[in-house]
Nanobody, 121 residues
Framework: VQLQASGGGLVQPGSSLRLSCAAS????????IGWFRQAPGKEREAVSC???????TYADSVKGRFTISRDNAKNTVYLQMNNLQPEDTAVYYC????????????????WGKGTQVTVSS
């Protein structure tokens, strides 16, 4: 069972990126999938979650700018990030926890390696 996050990079403020979380060894549908991030010197925090019935939630800091989605055919969950700001700079991780209504930092079962997002002018 593996999760692989990708799509990070170095972008300017106001730019967009789309992160991908691809699964192998299990199917993502009916799993709650979360995106989390950790900035230097800070604790890991929840960014967005899509639960087992595809209800999505967002941290207040990213509402209106980030969108989470699931493509079952590709066994991948995406995080579309628009209007990126320097405070979005962090390592982004995806994680899965099975059939669940929400994503919590301590409740996730599988974690992928992170992908670095750097927003700087």
């Amino acid at each position: 069972v593996q999760l692989q996050a990708s799509g990070g990079g170095l972008v300017q403020p106001g730019s967009s990126l789309r992160l991908s979380c691809a699964a192998s060894g299990f199917t993502l549908d009916y799993n709650a999938i979360g995106w989390f991030r950790q900035a230097p010197g800070k604790e890991r925090e929840a960014v967005s979650c899509i639960n087992w019935i595809d209800t999505s939630t967002y941290a207040d800091s990213v509402k209106g700018r980030f969108t989470i989605s699931r493509d079952n055919a590709k066994n991948t969950v995406y995080l579309q990030m628009n209007n990126l700001q320097p405070e979005d700079t962090a390592v982004y991780y995806c994680a899965a926890r099975g059939v669940a209504n929400s994503c919590t930092l301590s409740g996730m079962t599988y974690w992928g390696k992170g992908t670095q997002v750097t927003v700087s002018s």
